[in-house]
């Protein structure tokens, strides 16, 4: 026929060659998509960390907002209102309360003479009582309904306290054991 | 000749095989953890973490868990230094229950005004004036970060807060550590 080509048979060499040719062929060397290889890095990466761990000191920190320390009472007050008007007084000895103008006495029941909270016997000697002041605040609060809403306390102390006993009153002061809030407003008070 | 080639075209396009990936690629995931790690780092530098705790400053405990607040100038009382944006203003001294010494309060040593310290906080007072009138908050005060060593006595943290008070510092956030039991 006009236009056909007589097919061209092909011998066997020719067969063979052309299974050889058209096999897959194997990547060569560096011509392979190859690994990056991560093994060093990684190292790196976890003496990085483990450096990072082993030096830093991780501290958590916190903030307690106060005001500038006052002298005398804690501010303007309504006259009509009546208010606990808490002071604590932070001495060698233990703490000393003052509560609607007058001076709290041991065991935080009555007015009277006298510290409201003194030091216990702890593992490291004569120790401040947190608990008992902040059961003590807890019972001063829960008085009088009146007092419900006041949240500010007066911390004073002698001039020798030292300032994680200042921080210490403070927290047996902001809340009770049910973490019910008790005085979290701190003003210091001046002493003279 | 043509024939040969034909068929040989065909094969190899019949023999051909897709790449397959037969690796997983972590490229991505380890740029990933490389960023990450850059941003912890810097996060924890400008954090708590680069607040000095030596013997000179081992700040309190307390049982609060709120987050510390970063606005004002940081005002460090350690055992030997006041030190103000990084520079030490005035020695502590040797026993501090009586405050800093006469020589740097304003009329002796029963007064709570430490010279020094206020003349440190008033240029930067005068800088956040501006910003705080600029950033639409109040300018009447500024705000100060005490960071002071657990030790201190009672009345040379009175001394710094009242010269604070004094500068138009009027809201202090005493830092503290977290973890303190309950």
Partial sequence: ?192 | MATYKRELRKEIKRRAQEPEINFLNITAMLDMMTIILVFLLKSMSQSSANIPQSSDLTMPKSTLTTEASQEGVAVLVSKTNIVVDDSAVVPVPADPTHGIEGKYKRSGPNDLYIVPLANALQSWRERDRQIRAATGKDPSFSEAIIIADAGTPYRLLVEVLFTLGQAEFSRFHLMVLQGAKK
Avoid: H, W
């Fill in chain 1, 1 to 192: 026929m006009a236009g056909q080509q007589p097919q061209e048979k092909l011998n066997a060499a020719q067969r063979s060659k052309i299974r050889r040719l058209s096999a897959p062929k194997e990547p060569a060397e560096g011509e392979e998509a190859g690994e990056l290889n991560v093994v060093p890095f990684l190292d790196i990466i976890t003496n990085v960390m483990m450096f990072v761990l082993a030096t830093v000191v991780t501290t958590f920190t916190a903030t307690i907002d106060t005001m500038p320390p006052k002298a005398g009472g804690s501010g303007a007050r309504a006259p009509t209102t009546p208010t606990l008007g808490l002071t604590v007084i932070i001495v060698p000895d233990g703490f000393s309360v003052k509560a609607r103008g007058g001076n709290v006495a041991t065991g935080c029941n009555e007015t009277g003479p006298g510290l409201a909270v003194g030091k216990v016997n702890g593992p490291d000697g004569m120790e401040y009582d947190y608990k008992s002041l902040n059961a003590c605040a807890k019972k001063l609060k829960n008085l009088s309904s009146d007092f419900k809403d006041e949240t500010s306390v007066t911390v004073s102390a002698n001039p020798n306290i030292p300032y994680q006993v200042v921080i210490s009153t403070m927290d047996a002061l902001r809340r009770d054991d049910q973490d019910e809030v008790l005085f979290p407003d701190v003003n210091f008070g001046l002493a003279r």
